[in-house]
C-alpha cells in the first residue's frame, strides 16, 4: 500500500491537486473536509455538530475525524493506498493516523507539503469565495481563522513528519499544472 498525506494551508490548492492525483496513481482520495460536507448535506447528527465548527472556521473534534478516518479505511479494504488531503490537522490526528495505519501494517510513505505565498493564498480564497458555495469561504474574517488555526494547530504536525523523514516541501505557487509535475516528481521519486 502506498499512502500519501497531501498537507498545506487552507487555499494551498490541496482539494484540486488530490483530484489529479488519485487518478494518477490509483489512490483512495480522503478528504476529511468533503466527508464533513456529505454530511452537512445529508442532514446527518455528526453533519449538524460538524456544521457549528466549520462554519466559525474552527476544527472539528479529533474523535470525530478520527472516526471518519476510521471507518473509511474500513470501507475501502482493497485499497492500493490512500491519499489523506486535510486530515491530519493536529498532533492528535497525526498519532492516532500512526497507529491506524500500523494496524493494516502500513505507514504514511510521504508527505508533501504545499508552499504559497500568504498574499497568493487570500487571493485564491477570495476567489473561491465567489464561486464555491461553501459557507467558510465566503468570510472573510473565517477565511484569517481558518489560516491562524493553520500556524498554530496545523503546521506543528510538519515537524511531526520532519522528524520521520517522510516530509517533502513542493512550491505550490502557479500554474496548476506546474505544481502537479512538481508534486508528481516528488511521488515518482519515493515509489
Ligand atoms: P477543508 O475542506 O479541508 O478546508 O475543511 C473544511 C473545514 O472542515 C475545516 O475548516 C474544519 O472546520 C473541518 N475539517 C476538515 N478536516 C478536518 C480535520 N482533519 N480536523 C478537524 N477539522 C477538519
Redesign the pocket.
Known amino acids: 500500500m502506498f499512502n500519501l498525506i497531501l498537507f498545506g494551508p487552507?487555499g494551498s490548492g490541496?482539494?484540486t491537486q488530490s483530484d489529479k492525483l488519485v487518478d494518477k496513481y490509483g489512490l483512495v482520495h480522503l478528504?476529511?473536509?468533503?466527508?464533513?460536507?456529505a454530511e452537512i448535506a445529508n442532514k446527518t447528527p455528526l453533519g449538524m455538530e460538524?456544521k457549528n465548527?466549520?462554519d466559525?472556521?474552527?476544527?472539528?473534534?479529533?474523535e470525530?475525524?478520527i472516526g471518519m478516518?476510521d471507518s473509511s479505511l474500513e470501507h475501502h479494504k482493497d485499497a492500493n493506498g490512500f491519499l489523506f488531503?486535510?486530515?491530519?490537522?493536529?498532533l492528535a490526528?497525526a498519532e492516532a493516523l500512526d497507529k491506524l495505519l500500523t494496524l493494516k501494517n502500513s505507514e504514511a510513505a510521504l508527505v508533501l507539503i504545499l508552499d504559497v505565498d500568504e498574499e497568493e493564498l487570500i487571493r485564491r480564497l477570495v476567489h473561491r469565495g465567489k464561486t464555491s458555495g461553501?459557507s467558510?469561504d465566503s468570510d472573510e474574517n473565517v477565511q484569517r481563522k481558518?489560516q491562524d488555526?493553520y500556524k498554530n494547530d496545523t503546521f506543528p504536525v510538519a515537524a511531526y513528519y520532519q522528524k520521520q523523514k517522510k516530509l517533502v516541501q513542493v512550491d505550490g505557487m502557479g500554474e496548476v499544472n506546474q505544481v502537479f509535475e512538481r508534486l508528481s516528481n516528488a511521488i515518482d521519486k519515493k515509489i
Open positions: 487552507p490541496k482539494g478528504s476529511t473536509g468533503n466527508l464533513l460536507r460538524a465548527f466549520i466559525k472556521g474552527q476544527l472539528v473534534p479529533d470525530v475525524v478516518i488531503d486535510g486530515f491530519p490537522r493536529t490526528q461553501r467558510d481558518r488555526i
